[in-house]
């Protein structure tokens, strides 16, 4: 049963337009939710985070969107660039009884057009 | 550079047999987390020590096992491999125990080859 889920294995996008990461979870006790983005061959890394109290968080080119009654939420880059081709994965905590531990979606390989 | 380092990088091995995996957290990181990548897959958490101490336990298997030590240094054990087990293992640590919302440091993973 997959909780966090990320419909789109990849997505390909020109340089400097718009990115829009797309994540999709199923638990509605879950309050607080990241991205991670992960380049080949090294661990993923800690991109950007919101909570369940915000519908919104920026950091520079990087937004996360949260619609809590949609069960939805995405990342928003603007603009891409070369250096942002990753795997983008998801990940959910909360009540989810896995001991506050952080659900992770399958991934989405992001690949920005020159 | 995330600070976190897993030995070794690739292992090959046959079913049945034994393997350890070896994660050195970031210096003063308390907590490491295990995590399971199989292909196509999100990441599977097995495993969370913090300070020697086992935190919480997700989907690892019987077969798996895995400690902190006291230089928090940590080993994750796999035992009576299958074919099944074949995948990549992340090792991070985060500086207190909240594994739910401390930021997590990723190791570069090791990758298992079961054959």
């Given at each position: 049963d997959q909780q966090v889920k990320q419909n789109s294995p990849s997505l390909s996008v020109q340089e400097?337009?718009?990115?829009?990461?797309?994540?999709?979870?199923?638990?509605?006790?879950?309050?607080?939710?990241?991205?991670?983005?992960?380049?080949?061959?090294e661990g993923p890394t800690f991109l950007i985070s919101i909570s369940s109290?915000?519908?919104k968080n920026e950091d520079g080119r990087f937004t996360v969107f949260l619609n809590k009654s949609a069960k939805h939420l995405s990342l928003h880059i603007v603009p891409s660039q070369p250096g942002d081709s990753a795997v983008y994965f998801c990940a959910a905590s909360g009540e989810s009884g896995s001991n506050y531990q952080l659900i992770w979606g399958a991934g989405t390989k992001l690949i920005i057009k020159p | 550079?995330?600070?976190?380092?897993?030995?070794?990088?690739?292992?090959?091995?046959?079913?049945?047999?034994?393997?350890?995996?070896?994660?050195?957290?970031?210096?003063?990181?308390l907590s490491v987390y295990w995590y399971q990548q199989s292909l196509d897959q999100g990441l599977q958490f097995l495993i969370q020590y913090y300070n020697?101490?086992?935190?919480?336990?997700?989907?690892i298997l019987e077969r798996?096992?895995?400690?902190?030590?006291?230089?928090?240094?940590?080993?994750?054990?796999?035992?009576s491999l299958e074919l099944g087990d074949s995948a990549l293992y992340f090792c991070a640590s985060s500086p207190l125990g909240a594994g739910d919302t401390d930021t997590q440091y990723f190791g570069p993973g090791t990758r298992l080859t079961v054959l």
């Open positions: 400097g337009r718009i990115s829009i990461l797309n994540c999709d979870y199923t638990n509605s006790m879950f309050d607080y939710f990241l991205w991670y983005k992960k380049y080949p061959a109290i915000k519908d | 550079d995330s600070g976190v380092t897993q030995t070794p990088k690739h292992l090959i091995t046959a079913t049945g047999q034994r393997v350890t995996l070896r994660c050195s957290p970031r210096s003063g990181d020697g101490e086992e935190r919480a336990k997700g989907n798996f096992s895995a400690q902190q030590f006291p230089d928090l240094h940590s080993e994750l054990n796999l035992s």
